[in-house]
């Protein structure tokens, strides 16, 4: 496995994993959000790609800056494909996200994973994350604002 930044050209292939976390998304909607994403400095996104040079997992992470915490970089999305799981590309990529942050001066990393997805538990644990709290997670949609 080989981990590199994302492109705009790996929108497809990360939008066809994303459906695989449960979060189904159009290649057009992926390539803008990249777009946006990647020219800005609090946020990476890397892949992980096989020797053919097929991405087989992508981690998007973002550092952020709290009142009450200070700063911590956390990891927004990781999937890997089912075929190449247990293959190490996982711990590869939150390895080069976790770089990242570290050379951004940032000493605390986070990740929240869902309750129900109990295969990833073990995983961040392995890589040395601790559970420091359980959640519930509100959302809203907003209307657009008036122009």
């Known amino acids: 496995m080989t981990v590199r930044r994302a492109a705009a050209a790996d929108a497809a292939r990360i939008a066809e994993l994303s459906g695989v976390l449960g979060y189904p998304v159009a290649a057009d909607n992926v390539r803008q959000r990249l777009e946006r994403l990647l020219p800005r400095a ?3 996104v890397f892949v992980a790609t096989t020797s053919g040079g097929d991405v087989v997992g992508w981690i998007h992470a973002a550092e952020h800056e709290l009142l009450e915490t200070g700063r911590h970089a956390e990891i927004l999305g990781l999937v890997v494909a089912a075929d190449h799981r247990s293959q190490g590309a996982g711990r590869d990529l939150v390895e080069a ?4 942050a570290s050379s951004r001066g940032v000493e605390q990393m986070a990740v929240r994973s869902n309750v129900v997805r109990t295969e990833s538990h073990p995983f961040y644990e392995r890589l040395g994350y601790a559970r420091v ?6 959302g809203k949609r907003l209307s657009p604002a008036a122009t």
Not at 97 to 100: I, N
Not at 133 to 138: E, G, I, L, N
């Open 42 to 44: 609090e946020d990476v």
């Open 97 to 100: 996200a976790e770089q990242w």
């Open 133 to 138: 709290k359980t959640q519930h997670a509100y």
